[in-house]
């Protein structure tokens, strides 16, 4: 039994009459390794007969019948035979993943390390980048979106007592203010001691710092 011939889908056929040439493609990057071109011998026999056919006519009447002969028999024979052929010639640039079976090329897309193709064993140093840079943009974006107030709820502000309503009119704020836009009040009434400037917390009557009284 031949040899079945490796490369069954991953190529492009760009033979002619005249000779054979294949491109191979890598199936993860789509890559191409196009083969020399390589002249048809049958090729040149055809165009030779259909030269003769038309010049001499009733002499040479079967040369067109001839021609098609040749292209159908020994024409594919010898495109087996070139495809064949050019497949041995790419095969080093190519390998196999044995998990996935893809065919990929060596240079970009074949991890030498694991022994796999790329997609199914990826450069750890390739995808750390990747991530972080992915990690950046979105970041970017989540800043970008934010309104101006918003952009101010950072950590030092989330341990500050956020209020609903104003202390004085008790109107609701829908964001975060320094001043009631009802009545105009101060929102944020929290006193500092007079002996050591730690902030006291409402109603208290003696500082929890130092001890100093509030009144």
Request: net charge neutral; with cysteine.
């Amino acid at each position: 039994m031949a040899d079945t011939i490796k490369f069954t889908r991953n190529f492009s056929d760009h033979c002619t009459n005249k000779g054979y040439q294949f491109e191979f493609f890598c199936d993860r990057c789509g890559s191409g390794f196009r083969t020399r071109f390589k002249p048809s011998v049958t090729g040149t026999l055809g165009s030779v007969l259909d030269a003769a056919s038309s010049l001499f006519g009733g002499i040479f009447g079967q040369a067109a019948d001839l021609n098609e002969r040749v292209r159908s028999a020994a024409w594919e024979k010898a495109h087996d035979s070139a495809f064949e052929e050019a497949s041995k010639e790419v095969m080093p640039d190519f390998a196999q993943c044995p998990r996935c079976s893809a065919w990929v090329c060596r240079k970009a897309c074949w991890n030498m390390k694991k022994g796999l193709c790329k997609t199914c064993a990826p450069d750890l140093g390739v995808e750390m980048a990747a991530a972080q840079a992915s990690r950046s943009v979105e970041e970017v974006w989540a800043h970008a979106a934010m309104a101006e107030e918003d952009k101010k709820l950072d950590r030092a502000q989330w341990r500050k007592n956020v209020r609903a309503t104003c202390p004085t009119c008790e109107s609701p704020l829908a964001t975060q203010v320094k001043f009631c836009p009802e009545c105009g009040a101060k929102i944020d009434v929290q006193e500092s001691c007079s002996g050591c400037g730690a902030v006291m917390p409402p109603g208290a009557k003696f500082c929890p710092e130092c001890g100093q009284s509030a009144e």
